[in-house]
């Protein structure tokens, strides 16, 4: 009887009851969703979750959140607060934001939450790592890595970093045309790190080949964890298995100089390091450290190198006041040499003329990296997994979720400083406001993370930064090649959408000391 009714009703009327069936199914499985999600808090605390949305069964926000970009998150914060829940990438998502409630995370490594990487990525990288390692492995390879960035190492590196980025802001000079910036510093940080944390003796064609395949291993570093033909993983994994082929010579090499022997890069000071400590190392485990290595230091430096070029160039002022600095100190011009020579640097026989203390005494140059790095800090935030349920701003965390804290977004919400947040004010960072702001603002400004899983290499990528900028601001003069600025993509990390398209010249030996026009 009912499927004869049915026959009766006419076209259009089956296709609208199919509708309302197929809406009702839907009601019922959004319904059953959102309860789901509800029903996942932990009943031992009486707190609430956080609000927010769980988007679509199955699917989240996560196609909310790759349409909308970083407007995602900031549009969520405009109508939930500063912590607040969502579901992307399959897992349940609490995403925070302000300095205290980003202190609680930082500061509640081992005890409150760990540090969350996905599968794909341990795969990749290797289990031989620190981004890896949790509890007591981390504290034993965190206290072994620091040295490499102590001030001893830091004063070895500055001569090498500031021979290198000298050689390539002339090269960028002598261009025939237009500069992509971001894929100029990607190659420039590739190369440094091979050569000066790696320690490897590669020439132009050797590191560009192994540039790439790093970047085919980082593009595949959170692809889905199966290893199908032709699936993301198995390309990442194909191009590290290449990698460690072209690590493992050298690696080798290394193993076998003297032991007695001063380390003379960072993969030397784990080699040294872990010996004293009598657990050497094999070679596999070397490799995955070099390959850490690389990967904690190149994009997000080239990221950085990039967002110093262009807010320089949109702020002359920083430009001027950066040369005033510059001559204050007497380090108002380059070395003598002709901007525009030819061939490589060390041909010309000048001297690198910065040092690590010269560095320190550059205030101004300092508050311009920290506000490029405030304004836009190249990697968004950081994820951690909730060990146990506790309280954050009022909310639970429930055990086992997802916790994202957001960089970005404490950073353009702070109210510790006197000048609006959105704008680019490097004097936020002179001493006369520090002494104002005190110690409340230390997690408002967070661009390297902090805690037992801060950056480890902060100093040298700030001092990387820092003779950047020196060496643009008395060699060079820019501008767009391009009708407007490029619009800024935030995934995965800050960067301009067309590379930064710009023009370089020169500065005549008479006012490389004086000014530049921009």
């Known amino acids: 009887m009912f499927a004869w009714g049915l026959s009766c009703l006419s076209p259009l009327g089956a296709v609208g009851l199919a509708l309302l069936c197929a809406c009702l199914l839907l009601g019922l499985a959004q319904h059953l969703w959102t309860l789901r999600w509800t029903l996942s808090r932990d009943p031992a605390s009486a707190l609430p979750l956080p609000k927010g949305s769980m988007g679509w069964p199955f699917f989240g926000e996560t196609l909310h959140w790759l349409i909308q970009?970083?407007?995602?998150?900031?549009?969520?914060?405009?109508?939930?607060?500063?912590?607040?829940?969502?579901?992307?990438?399959?897992?349940?998502?609490?995403?925070?934001?302000?300095?205290?409630?980003?202190?609680?995370i930082l500061l509640g490594e081992h005890?409150?939450?760990?540090?969350?990487?996905?599968q794909s990525a341990h795969i990749l990288l290797g289990s031989n790592t620190l981004l890896g390692a949790v509890g007591e492995p981390h504290r034993r390879r965190r206290k072994v890595l620091a040295r490499m960035f102590n001030r001893a190492a830091l004063e070895r590196y500055v001569p090498r970093l500031q021979e290198a980025l000298r050689r390539e802001v002339r090269s960028w000079c002598a261009a025939r045309?237009?500069?992509?910036?971001?894929?100029?510093?990607?190659?420039?940080?590739?190369?440094?790190?091979?050569?000066?944390?790696?320690?490897?003796q590669l020439d132009e064609a050797q590191c560009a080949e192994l540039a790439r395949t790093f970047e085919q291993l980082v593009e595949n570093l959170f692809s889905l964890p199966l290893d199908v033909p032709f699936s993301g993983l198995r390309k990442g994994i194909r191009a590290r298995d290449q990698l460690h082929q072209h690590l493992e010579e050298a690696i080798a090499e290394k193993l076998h100089e003297d032991k007695a022997a001063e380390p003379g890069d960072p993969l030397d000071l784990i080699i040294h390091s872990t010996r004293e400590l009598g657990q050497e190392l094999s070679v596999q485990e070397l490799k995955e450290s070099a390959v850490e290595l690389l990967f904690a230091s190149f994009f997000t430096t080239a990221s950085a190198s990039t967002s110093l070029v262009l807010l320089l160039l949109q702020n002359p002022a920083a430009v001027t006041k950066i040369q005033q600095e510059l001559a204050t100190q007497g380090l108002g011009r380059a070395c003598s040499c002709s901007p525009g020579a030819a061939g490589p640097l060390l041909e010309c026989g000048c001297e690198p003329d910065l040092t690590l203390a010269a560095l320190g005494r550059l205030r101004y140059v300092d508050c311009v990296v920290k506000e490029v790095l405030r304004l836009l800090p190249p990697v968004s935030g950081g994820y951690r997994t909730a060990l146990r349920t506790f309280e954050l701003d009022g909310y639970q965390i429930p055990k086992g979720w997802s916790v994202?804290?957001?960089?970005?977004?404490?950073?353009?919400?702070?109210?510790?400083?006197?000048?609006?947040?959105?704008?680019?004010?490097?004097?936020r960072f002179g001493a006369a406001c520090e002494e104002e702001r005190g110690t409340s603002?230390?997690?408002?400004?967070?661009?390297?993370?902090?805690?037992?899983?801060?950056?480890?290499g902060q100093e040298l990528a700030q001092a990387v930064l820092q003779l950047?900028?020196?060496?643009?601001?008395?060699?060079?003069?820019?501008?767009?090649?391009?009708?407007?600025?490029p619009a800024m993509q935030t995934v995965p990390i800050v960067h301009p959408v067309d590379g930064l398209r710009l023009f370089f010249h020169p500065l005549a030996p008479s006012s490389a000391g004086n000014r530049v026009h921009l």
């Open 69 to 104: 970009g970083s407007r995602f998150h900031s549009s969520r914060r405009e109508r939930y607060g500063t912590v607040f829940k969502t579901h992307l990438l399959g897992r349940p998502v609490i995403r925070v934001s302000g300095a205290e409630n980003v202190r609680t």
């Open 111 to 118: 005890r409150l939450v760990r540090s969350q990487w996905p």
């Open 177 to 200: 045309g237009p500069v992509a910036v971001y894929e100029a510093t990607k190659a420039l940080t590739f190369r440094m790190a091979v050569r000066i944390l790696l320690g490897l």
């Open 404 to 427: 994202m804290y957001s960089i970005r977004d404490t950073h353009e919400t702070a109210a510790v400083y006197s000048s609006p947040p959105e704008g680019f004010d490097p004097e």
């Open 441 to 456: 603002g230390r997690f408002h400004y967070i661009p390297f993370g902090g805690g037992a899983r801060s950056c480890l």
């Open 468 to 485: 950047l900028a020196v060496e643009l601001v008395r060699t060079a003069r820019w501008e767009l090649a391009t009708p407007t600025f």
